[in-house]
């Protein structure tokens, strides 16, 4: 038995749209992830270079 055409066609147009919506979310996840790993190494490096290489810099004698 076959469904009304206009049902159908009304199923696909909402599945599209939510697998669009679905689409751009995993987009803007992925572009936030990304933006931050790029700031966290940022912020480690500026970290690890704060850190002195030697006992002199501490001013130990």
Same mark, same amino acid.
């Given at each position: 038995?076959?469904?009304?055409?206009?049902?159908?066609?009304?199923?696909?147009?909402? !599945?599209?749209?939510?697998? &669009?919506? +679905?689409? @751009? *979310? $995993? !987009?803007?996840?992925?572009? &936030?992830? +990304?933006? @931050? *790993? $790029?700031?966290?190494?940022?912020?480690?490096?500026?970290?690890?270079?704060?850190?002195?290489?030697?006992?002199?810099?501490?001013?130990?004698?």
């Amino acid at each position: 038995m076959q469904c009304c055409p206009l049902l159908r066609m009304s199923q696909d147009a909402s !599945a599209r749209s939510r697998d &669009a919506g +679905h689409d @751009a *979310a $995993r !987009a803007l996840y992925a572009f &936030a992830t +990304h933006l @931050a *790993a $790029r700031l966290g190494w940022y912020r480690l490096e500026q970290m690890l270079n704060a850190i002195p290489d030697n006992n002199d810099d501490f001013m130990i004698f």
